[in-house]
């Protein structure tokens, strides 16, 4: 299990092991990872304190899926939209601004993974 290790102004700029937790075997993959929210950018879908499963090993874009993303400013977990030239990405919080990825800018490591399961309290 990871966490978003920030730099003190709201961004997780690196992922720290944290420990491990069981999940039902259903949920597991080889190239899955648990990564404990940490931010209020996606809720009410997604809140601080739940636990998301990124598949590493699952990077091609389906709109309007969560996935997570390495950016310059940090790792950010996001709705992707496929545009003509560029992949958008929102939370579902509106507060937070929508942003656009050219597709030219995108690296292999800038999509970490898709989002398979989200584990939080009700």
């Not at 075997?25 to 209020?40: H, R």
Request: aromatic share 10%; with cysteine; net charge negative.
């Amino acid at each position: 299990m990871f966490r978003g290790v920030g730099d003190g102004q709201g961004l997780q700029t690196s992922l720290e092991e944290i420990g491990s937790f069981c999940i039902p075997e259903k949920f597991f993959t080889p190239s899955t990872i648990a990564l404990e929210v940490q931010s209020k950018g996606n809720e009410p879908t997604i809140c601080v304190g739940a636990y998301a499963g990124i598949d590493e090993g699952d990077k091609t874009i389906y709109s309007g899926e969560f996935y997570l993303f390495k950016l310059r400013e940090g790792y950010s977990l996001a709705r992707a939209f496929a545009a003509r030239d560029s992949i958008l990405l929102r939370k579902e919080n509106s507060n937070h601004p929508e942003i656009q990825l050219p597709l030219d800018r995108i690296t292999p490591e800038t999509i970490v993974g898709r989002v398979k399961w989200v584990f939080q309290s009700v």
